[in-house]
């Protein structure tokens, strides 16, 4: 029953940052003089969002399991995940990310890849497994999207198929997403730290990982202070209590120390140790790479999130 609960809690802590207050504010257009800046302003947005923030390259690639945070293996980006998503992530049944380089998408037209990154649906029309974040990213702008798209439209081509999904229950139990207009999503202004925070903590899919799990499934009144056990064959890694709780979240942390945190973790010196059996899923070496601006708006709208009092171990037993 577990693994359904943890899938709904994929599912409904999307909608829950969804509903915690809509993303609106200045809109920001990159400015360019002519079309060709302004399609390589986009597809280095897209770059940066794809590795650094919404970890599209991170599932959709095959990971190092041997390294720290398990970065992903160069030359494999965005070809399709190395193994299938499961148990261990508490999907009902197994899921692979598929191929997302232009060998696999070089039939679908924008529209189509908008539509499944926003909206959960493929271009054969099947709903899509919620684990591919499709309810964060629809509260995404269209052009952070659109940079997206443009972006992974430049992976160079890899010629490999992954698996087919093989799901125990239907992934129309949890999509696809009405329509919706990504016109209505506006970037926040980056001054307004907490508000561009949370637009940034949405997109990176922060939640996903961090809220726990209840009797009842996802504990939204618990919201960010971790406990859920990754028990993967590699490693076991309890995921962190993020609120600002002094004694058991992060609440003694100081800006610099979290921003510190990530830029260390992603350094090479720690991504190329071997950590063994202490390892994490906690992806610090594409997040660490976020700019210094992206990391501050995160912390400070980390510090609005209620404090939890929740003790995680981080390498239970
Ligand atoms: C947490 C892991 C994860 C992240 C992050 C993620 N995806 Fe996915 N994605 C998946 C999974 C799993 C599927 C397959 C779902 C299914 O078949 O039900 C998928 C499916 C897709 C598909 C449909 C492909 C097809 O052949 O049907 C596209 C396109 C896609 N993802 C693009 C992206 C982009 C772009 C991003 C970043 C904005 C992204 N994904 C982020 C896991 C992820
Ligand atoms: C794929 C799951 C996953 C995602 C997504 C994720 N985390 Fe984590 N996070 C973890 C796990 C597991 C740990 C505990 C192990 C570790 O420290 O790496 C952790 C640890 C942390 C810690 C360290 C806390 C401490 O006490 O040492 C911070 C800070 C953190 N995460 C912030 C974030 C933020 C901010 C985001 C979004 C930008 C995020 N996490 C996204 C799984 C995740």
Known sequence: MKKI???????????????????????????ANNKEDSLK???????????????????????????????????????????????????????????????????????EIIRAITKGINKKGDTLFPLMPYHSFSRMTKNDILSIVAYIRTLKPIERTTAPRNLEIPASMFGPLPEGNLDNNMMPDPSDKVKYGQYLTTAAVCSECHTP????????????????????????????????????????????MFVNKFKNNASDEVVNRHPGKENTIMPWATYGKMTDTD?????????????????VEKYPK
Not at 8 to 29: D, P, Q, R, Y
């Open 5 to 31: 609960l943890v899938m709904t809690a994929i599912l409904i802590s999307a909608v829950a940052a969804f509903n915690m207050s809509s993303c609106k504010g200045k809109k920001s257009e990159p400015q």
């Open 41 to 111: 302003m986009m597809v280095a947005r897209g770059e940066y969002l794809a590795h650094n923030v919404t970890q599209c390259i991170d599932c959709h690639s095959i990971r190092d399991t041997g390294r720290f945070s398990m970065p992903v293996v160069p030359g494999t980006e965005g070809g399709g995940s190395g193994f299938p998503f499961g148990k261990a992530e508490g999907v009902p049944g197994e899921v692979t990310p598929p191929n997302i380089t232009p060998f696999a998408l070089k039939d679908w037209t924008d529209d």
């Open 213 to 256: 799990m209840g009797p009842q499934g996802p504990d939204f009144s618990k919201m960010f202070s971790g406990g859920f056990v990754f028990d993967i064959p590699m490693f076991k890694v309890a995921v962190a209590n993020i609120t600002p709780d002094t004694a058991t979240g992060i609440g003694a942390w100081t800006e610099e």
């Open 295 to 311: 990391l501050k708006a995160i912390y400070a709208f980390l510090r609005t999130v209620p404090p939890i009092n929740n003790k």
